[in-house]
């Protein structure tokens, strides 16, 4: 190999022009107001008697669960809720849920869905990145005109004793979850909390959605850099 050969630095110009473009989103607390499937749990229980049998039932595992870990305690409610259901039960009850949900007045941040949008009208590839499970996510933002925008949400996949939680695509899984699909680099992140942060952190310009200034303050202490603080309603 010549001198010249190894001074040849690799072409790295197509993956900086789409990093350019990419912009990512959270959805809870971005573009939606609350916690859209602790909702649909919600929901799930009032609706079904069985979950609600099964639930006190099971109620020293999910309690001993809960003792161990927030997430373990919800993790097991899940479990509960969704209990003897398979993917196309789920999937049908998921979007006929989302299809009411998008009727509420006030649920979405309305300055939230306009900035979105914007990114899609100037020909960004924007992405929203969250921890709201896949199919209940995508169909929302489908019913809100929006079927064309990408979603990497958490996963559910059918076990022995119905859906059950495989991916919970919160914190540092959000960048692992984009990697998974070839995405290492962005230009734009909004973000709402310190779960953010790691997708905040990669982000070119860093967006903190109605961020209190402690908040902002922990946040770019953990990044390293100022954000750029947004008000939406």
């Not at 999910?62 to 479990?79: K, M, T």
């Not at 996949?157 to 991916?167: A, H, L, Q, S, Y």
Request: glycine residues 8%.
């Amino acid at each position: 190999m010549s001198t010249g050969d190894r001074n040849i630095a690799p072409d790295n110009t197509g993956a900086d022009d789409r990093a350019s473009r990419i912009v990512l989103f959270d959805f809870d607390g971005v573009l939606f107001q609350g916690d859209s499937f602790s909702m649909f749990m919600r929901h799930r229980y009032k609706q079904s008697w069985l979950s609600k049998s099964l639930a006190v039932l099971s109620m020293p595992w999910w309690l001993l669960c809960l003792l161990l870990s927030r997430w373990w305690g919800a993790r097991a409610l899940v479990h509960v809720a969704l209990f003897g259901m398979g993917q196309k039960r789920y999937q049908q009850i998921a979007e006929a849920f989302a299809d009411d949900l998008v009727r509420r007045p006030r649920q979405f941040y309305r300055d939230g869905l306009l900035a979105l949008r914007k990114h899609v009208a100037d020909g960004d590839e924007v992405m929203v990145v969250t921890g709201c499970e896949q199919v209940l996510a995508a169909r929302l933002l489908s019913q809100l005109g929006l079927p064309e925008v990408g979603v990497i949400g958490s996963q559910l996949k059918p076990g022995w004793f119905g859906m059950r939680i495989t991916v919970h695509n919160v914190g540092r899984r959000k960048v692992q979850s984009l990697a998974a699909r070839g995405v290492k680099a962005w230009r734009v992140a909004y973000g709402d909390s310190m779960f953010d942060v790691p997708m905040l952190k990669q982000a070119r310009e860093a967006v903190l959605v109605n961020g209190t200034p402690k908040l902002c303050k922990r946040v770019e202490k953990a990044i390293g850099r100022t954000v750029t603080r947004v008000a939406w309603f």
